[in-house]
């Protein structure tokens, strides 16, 4: 992965930090942690193929595009769309590595103008389509609402959700949300098929905490490694864009979650880059 602050060549994978963690509503961290996916990205303990057999150490057109710098006076989700439509309108296919889940919406918002029909797996323990949580429309909580509210998606499938309650059970029969609820085993699976572009949104602790301890809301009874890397293996559909959020290295241990994030990372960019490149 080269690092660049230049203009990126067409068709490339950028990768983007977004460290920002304004609207969590449990703990601040996740701020913390796009250097320290990265450093576990590189670290010697493991090697940079992937498990199909792609050498992501020595692919072209794989950039590290650094973090995005949030200021003051400049509103903070404007500055993330308009990050994030700098780099996909050079055609380049882009993962960001969170932050919190709220940056998903201001990503999506960018990739809407671009894309036509978006569909969005998102994998997460919570289906994060509250109206409002402690009065923040923007809370981490609240970005599928506000992303299917503005139609910014065709489709939306969740997967690992474990924490619905009413609220957010009519937000989803609202808008047509397609939830798997994990009690409900993997059937689902059949019917991963997309029309269209595919855009990953991956929470994770849609993980059993037992996997990725290092999030803020440990939810017990999760998914699997395995099954996250299974899924996106056998997903049918072309994938154009991808987050990676809730990384939270002050409750991890031993780095435990920072690999498994930048395992994830590996296996998604090598999904986008056989499907594309
Ligand atoms: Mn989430
Ligand atoms: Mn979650």
Redesign the pocket.
């Known amino acids: 992965m080269k690092s660049t602050k230049k203009q990126i060549q067409k068709g490339s994978i950028g990768i983007l930090g977004i460290p920002f963690d304004q609207n969590s509503s449990f703990q601040k961290g996740p701020s913390l942690a796009p250097d320290r996916i990265r450093e576990s990205y590189f670290s010697t303990s493991s090697n940079l193929w992937s498990e199909k057999g792609l050498d992501l150490g020595s692919i072209k057109h794989l950039y590290d595009l650094g973090d995005i710098n949030f200021k003051e006076n400049i509103d903070d989700f404007n500055l993330i769309t308009d990050s994030v439509k700098n780099i996909i309108d050079q055609d380049c296919y882009l993962i960001c590595l969170g932050g919190?889940?709220s940056v998903?919406f201001p990503i999506i918002k960018a990739h809407a103008q671009k894309y036509r029909h978006l569909n969005i797996l998102?994998f997460?323990?919570?289906p994060?389509l509250y109206d409002s949580l402690d009065g923040n429309i923007h809370s981490?909580?609240c970005?599928f609402a506000r992303i299917m509210e503005k139609k910014l998606a065709a489709r939306l499938v969740q997967i690992g959700i474990r924490t619905m309650n009413g609220h957010q059970r009519e937000q989803a029969e609202k808008f047509g949300v397609e939830v798997n609820e994990i009690k409900n085993g993997d059937n689902f699976l059949n019917e991963l098929e997309f029309e269209g572009p595919v855009y990953i949104?991956l929470?994770l602790?849609c993980l059993d905490p037992a996997f990725a301890p290092g999030v803020s809301h440990h939810e017990p009874g999760g998914m699997t490694t395995r099954q996250v890397i299974d899924i996106i293996h056998h997903l049918k559909g072309k994938i154009i864009g991808a987050d990676i959020?809730?990384y939270n290295p002050d409750r991890d241990l031993h780095s435990m979650t920072s690999m498994v994030a930048a395992k994830l990372l590996k296996e998604i960019i090598a999904k986008i880059y056989e499907d594309t490149i």
């Open positions: 919190d889940h998903t998102h997460d323990a919570h994060d981490h909580a970005p949104s929470d602790d959020v809730e």
